[in-house]
């Protein structure tokens, strides 16, 4: 998946995208942007947006001083649960009403959690500003919040990124004070005070990264080590150099903080992102209306089927009452022709000597061969044989009454008649020999 991610400082704004699936990392781009006079922050947003190729998740970083922060304990550690009880939990405790905040939580180990909040108005205003800029982003959250995620960063040590500083304890997010670029060295000796006096361990190293990154002037004075931190060897193809990646190590945590779904997001109720779920109805629609049109197609194919299987079945109605009239053109027209057909033929099993009869008429039917079209009469009495039928032509009428000399004493033939369709009807009466009935 792609994420695009848009780091909003004071004066300038940095954006980078990354292709990230599974543990396969790539950046595809990164630009910084002064923000003055001549380039305000619509028109970085609306030139990040024009140059975009695909559809990535957008997830925007907003300056760490429009949020604010608090350590709860709680008896679980289900994070739904935690956002649940967590505008309960911080009811009383701090000044701005729970309605006005937007809310989201981090865990910070020891059944403790990191509440974090930051006012309905902030958030909706700079949705507002990039909705109308062309890039309405998905997600909205803070740099300092992905630290954790920094490519080869201790488990241990604050991360100065210029604009806020953020200790980490084990790994996580513990704690983060936004900063003056300006006075940093003093709050951050402030701040290290600070963690002593409440009985907090402070970490010993810092480690610089973003406009922060080398040795900002003043740093050298705190009783802190500091660490550079340096491209990961299984990251110099995403990475060219050092200097690329303390620039955007930030941002490639969030994109990575964002796919293991670790990332906190102010974009939650009535605030929520919904261009997605309007997309996906879309897209749900389509389908629904091709699917409707599949069973329509289904419906009229069944029901064109439906039709010729019923067109055959009159066609072949038509074809055993033509049948009937031909086997029994004395009788009235039957109600139901095939029922009397088969019931002459049990009769005529019935009798005793219907097995030589039907042996008499299977031998016919292997006498006429592929050359005769059928027999459509054929009597017997005694030992006289008369036979009528249609053939291909008068050749194959010759051909039948030799078949048939195995049968037959005395074989003649009737009257060969030709017929528009260009096949002959012919009638054949002969005396069977002895032992063949």
């Known amino acids: 998946m792609d994420y695009l991610i848009l780091q909003v400082e004071e004066k300038r704004v940095t954006v980078a995208q990354f292709g990230i699936s599974g543990h396969t990392s790539r950046l595809i781009g990164a630009a910084l942007f002064e923000l003055d006079s001549e380039c305000s922050l619509a028109d970085v947003v609306q030139q990040a947006a024009s140059g975009l190729k695909s559809s990535p998740r957008v997830i925007l970083c907003l300056p760490p001083a429009l949020f604010a922060q608090r350590t709860v304990s709680l008896p679980f550690d289900d994070l739904r649960k935690v956002r649940e009880v967590l505008p309960a939990q911080l009811q009383g405790e701090i000044s701005i009403p729970v309605d006005e905040l937007v809310l989201d939580v981090l865990p910070s180990g020891s059944g403790s959690f990191l509440a974090l909040w930051a006012r309905k108005s902030d958030i909706s205003h700079a949705i507002s500003l990039f909705r109308e800029a062309g890039l309405e982003p998905q997600v909205i959250t803070s740099l300092p919040f992905a630290n954790g995620f920094i490519p080869g960063v201790p488990a241990e040590c604050f991360v100065f990124d210029g604009n806020a500083l953020s200790v980490l304890h084990d790994g996580k997010l513990t704690f983060f004070r936004p900063l003056d670029a300006a006075s940093a060295p003093a709050m951050i000796a402030t701040t290290l005070s600070a963690l002593e006096l409440s009985g907090a361990m402070p970490p010993e190293r810092i480690c610089p990264i973003g406009s922060a990154a080398g040795t900002p002037a003043g740093l050298e004075a705190l009783p802190l ?150 027999l459509y009469e054929a009597e017997i009495e005694g030992r006289n044989l008369r036979i009528k039928g249609d053939a291909r032509s008068a050749l194959a009428v010759n051909e039948f009454k030799s078949a048939l000399a195995p049968l037959l004493a005395t074989a003649e033939l009737g009257e060969v008649k030709s017929r528009p369709d260009g096949t002959f009807s012919f009638s054949l009466t002969g005396t069977l020999k002895e032992g063949t009935k």
């Not at 009869?357 to 592929?370: F, P, R, S």
């Open 225 to 374: 080590e500091i660490e550079s931190l340096q491209t990961p060897a299984d990251m110099g193809h995403l990475f060219k150099n050092d200097e690329t990646f303390l620039q955007l190590a930030g941002l490639y945590a969030v994109a990575r903080a964002s796919q293991a779904g670790a990332l906190p997001d102010f974009r939650r109720g009535e605030l929520a992102w919904t261009a997605g779920d309007v997309r996906m109805r879309k897209k749900l629609l389509l389908t629904g209306v091709l699917i409707a049109a599949m069973i329509s197609i289904m419906f009229v194919s069944k029901v064109m089927q439906y039709r010729a299987v019923n067109a055959d079945i009159v066609s072949l109605n038509k074809s055993i009452a033509g049948m009937y009239r031909e086997i029994f053109p004395t009788r009235a027209k039957a109600v139901d022709e095939l029922s009397e057909v088969r019931g002459e033929i049990k009769k005529l099993a019935g009798v005793d000597s219907s097995s030589a009869y039907l042996d008499l008429l299977k031998k016919l039917a292997e006498a006429k061969g592929n050359t005769i079209n059928g």
